[in-house]
Nanobody, 126 residues
Framework: QVQLVESGGGLVQPGGSLRLSCAAS????????MGWFRQAPGKEREFVAA????????YYRENVKGRFTISRDNTRKTVYLQMNSLKPEDTAVYYC???????????????????WGRGTQVTVSS
């Protein structure tokens, strides 16, 4: 059984940084991608970043490019999201997810991801 556990959320001031982690267990050695999504109160879940496991290609939503970085630890099947220059509008619950057999055209689509973590709260406020 695949399990994803996020950690690293918290309260940070605008301009600050946080590093989220997502550790996967029960995951086969080969899968397509791991991604980060977020959901703010009253809003739909949205794509943040993704990493194709074969090749390490990365993808970001436009308004986090240059501020967020997704990376991985292959041996631990862990994915990270380094978030710098945080803004109040980044406040949300952040979810980690795994896409087992995806294709590039759906890497930003939450419906393509089969397994999800429970989420970790990120609050950016002064």
């Amino acid at each position: 059984q695949v399990q994803l556990v996020e950690s690293g959320g918290g309260l940070v001031q605008p301009g600050g940084s946080l590093r989220l982690s997502c550790a996967a267990s029960g995951l086969a050695s080969r899968f397509y991608a791991m991604g980060w999504f977020r959901q703010a109160p009253g809003k739909e879940r949205e794509f943040v970043a993704a990493l194709r496991w074969n090749g390490g290609y990365t993808y970001y939503r436009e308004n986090v490019k240059g501020r967020f970085t997704i990376s991985r630890d292959n041996t631990r099947k862990t994915v990270y999201l380094q978030m710098n220059s945080l803004k109040p509008e980044d406040t949300a619950v952040y979810y980690c997810a795994v896409d087992l057999n995806g294709i590039l055209s759906t890497i930003r689509d939450s419906n393509a991801y089969e397994y999800w973590g429970r989420g970790t709260q990120v609050t950016v406020s002064s």
